[in-house]
């Protein structure tokens, strides 16, 4: 059975892959269900209010299952989750995994305009969020959501829920006595979730993994990362995030029988606190939440965190002279992680030598992952030189959901262009020079620079618009808009922000540097000279806020 708008990996890589053993055709869920049966009561998850065992894991997310079904849902449909790092996110995953009703992971900072936009490329039938998170309803923005795509029925609301909504409490809670079992098992070639691709386009494009194809990419970071039983996994990145879900993360720790804590914040103090109480072995962090991590270790004084072993940096460029701090001042390894959430998983293995640790974003966690360096017009290059990275693999998915056009940009012949300029060591470890796609990396957060351009065209008095990331010493990158305005008129920074609120815009991409220009500088083509906005505007200090 096969989803429409998904593309299939070709049946010679399908059968390769499964006779090879990295595709074992069982639907996510069993995993987490073995290592339930092999010690259901066992610590699954540590929230600052919960602790579940295993068996009250299966418990919830098989009543669940059966409850989704119970309302209407099928496998194939499709469920818009906007969960914090909380207990009902895993739950409520599982639950999907379980029944094949497939999460699409978007992100807590999304707002009106992302949310409308996923649930309506998705055809989400069902949306799931919290009341409210610090000041903002969640609940109004759902009915938002509700109200401009027509596919969605359902609102679900974890903590307190208004008549109009369903109960996430309601919803997961542990089996009754005369609890129905569902009596099918999803696919394990059809989608387990949809996750968001960072793009480069104007919005963001649905990455489609199966199940066969993400429980091998959480069993191939699993064993990159060492994880057992005995490991106690913190996220605090968003748990819908790949990295923090699935490499290994959340449910890396799940399918071996360990343990998944899980913080709303990276906020250092009370990271650290936890990492004491819980014993935690393992935390995954962007490079700009690692340089907090360090700095608050400096300053506290705190001492030693004896149970933690292993810290994996990933989503952006770790800057040399930071990852040379981890072991010395946090006491754990480090692991480079560079990953995307279309697949292809490179990191530094735990015992490699300091020279790969600390200089290499590592290499594929799969015999079977494949990787050519290109360059600019297509040719192969050989070890060290500088170029495009393509990839192909048994956890690289084929195409975008729906979405042929821009699947004819990112896949060539079934490679997928990440877009990102790297260059292979003769030892096979990759370092990540830049990349020549059109987005800003802000602390590990993609942004189109396209999207951001679309809604500076909005505002009243611009005439052109021009997005370019420029250095942020703790995001690595931050968002600047430059513009040429209408003769006799100003604009500020703040009325950009507030026009990028009112339009539904998530905070993260509003821009945080404003350069207004006389002219916009263009290549001898015709096209916006972004590298020279980026080199003019690189130096200028943080305007506001
Ligand atoms: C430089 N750039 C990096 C790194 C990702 C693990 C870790 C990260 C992601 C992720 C992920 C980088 N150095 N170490 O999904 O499972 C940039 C590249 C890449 C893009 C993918 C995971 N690690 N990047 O960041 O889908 O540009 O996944 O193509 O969000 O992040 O972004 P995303």
Request: glycine share 8%; charged share 25%.
């Amino acid at each position: 059975m096969s989803l429409p708008g998904t593309v299939p990996w070709p049946p010679e890589f399908a059968s390769r892959y499964r006779s090879e053993g990295y595709w074992e055709d069982r639907p996510i869920g069993d995993y987490i269900a073995d290592a339930a049966a092999a010690a259901p009561e066992r610590v699954a998850v540590v929230t600052p209010e919960v602790r579940m065992t295993y068996d009250e894991l299966m418990s919830r997310a098989d009543a669940a299952a059966a409850r989704l079904h119970g309302m209407g849902l099928r496998p194939g449909d499709r469920i818009l989750l906007q969960l914090p790092n909380d207990w009902p996110f895993i739950v409520l995953t599982l639950a999907c995994f379980r029944s094949g009703v497939i999460p699409v992971m978007a992100l807590p900072a999304h707002r009106l305009h992302e949310l409308s936009h996923l649930a309506r490329m998705a055809e989400a039938r069902a949306i799931a969020v919290p009341d409210r998170v610090r000041d903002f309803d969640h609940v109004e923005l759902a009915r938002q959501v509700a109200a401009e795509a027509v596919s969605v029925e359902t609102i679900l609301v974890s903590g307190a829920a208004p008549d109009d909504c369903v109960s996430l409490a309601d919803l997961l809670a542990p089996a009754a006595a005369d609890h129905n079992q569902l009596d099918h098992a999803p696919d394990p070639d059809s989608p387990a979730c949809f996750l968001l691709s960072g793009g480069t386009t104007g919005l963001p494009k649905l990455i489609v993994r199966t199940h066969n194809d993400y429980a091998y990419n959480v069993r191939a970071t699993a064993s990159a990362t060492g994880f057992s039983e005995r490991t106690v996994y913190l996220s605090t990145l968003p748990a819908s995030h790949n990295f923090a879900l699935a490499c290994p993360g959340i449910l890396g720790a799940l399918f071996v029988g360990g343990t998944a804590v899980m913080l709303p914040s990276p906020e250092p103090a009370r990271a650290f606190e936890t990492i004491r109480r819980e014993g935690v072995t393992v935390a995954s962090a962007v490079p700009a939440v690692a340089q907090r991590w360090l700095e608050h270790q400096r300053e506290s004084g705190a001492g030693p965190m004896p149970s933690f072993e292993v810290l994996q940096v990933g989503g952006s460029r770790m800057p040399d002279e930071l990852a040379a701090r981890v072991r010395p001042e946090l006491g754990a390894t480090l692991q480079q992680v560079f990953g995307m959430a279309e697949g292809l998983i490179n990191m530094t293995r735990l015992d490699d030598p300091d020279d790969v640790i600390l200089t290499t974003q590592g290499r594929p966690v799969s015999p079977a992952d494949e990787i050519r360096i290109l360059d600019d017009q297509g040719g192969e290059l050989p070890d060290d030189a500088v170029g495009s990275i393509v990839t192909r693999g048994p956890y690289t998915p084929r195409g975008y959901f729906q979405a042929k056009e821009q699947n004819a940009r990112a896949f060539l012949d079934g490679w997928y262009a990440s877009g990102d300029l790297v260059q292979r060591r003769p030892d096979g470890n990759l370092v990540v020079h830049g990349r020549d796609k059109d987005t800003i990396n802000r602390g590990g957060e993609k942004i189109s620079a396209e999207e951001v351009e679309s809604f500076a065209y909005r505002i009243d008095g611009i005439r052109l618009a021009a997005v370019v990331g420029t250095p942020d010493p703790i995001l690595g990158e931050r968002i600047c808009l430059c513009v040429v305005l209408r003769t006799e008129v100003t604009v500020t920074l703040d009325d950009v922000r507030a026009s990028f609120a009112r339009a539904g815009l998530a905070p993260f991409k509003h821009p945080e540097q404003l350069e207004l220009l006389d002219e916009m500088p263009l290549t001898k083509v015709g096209k916006v000279d972004k590298a020279a906005l980026r080199t003019r505007f690189a130096n200028e200090r943080l305007k506001s806020p």
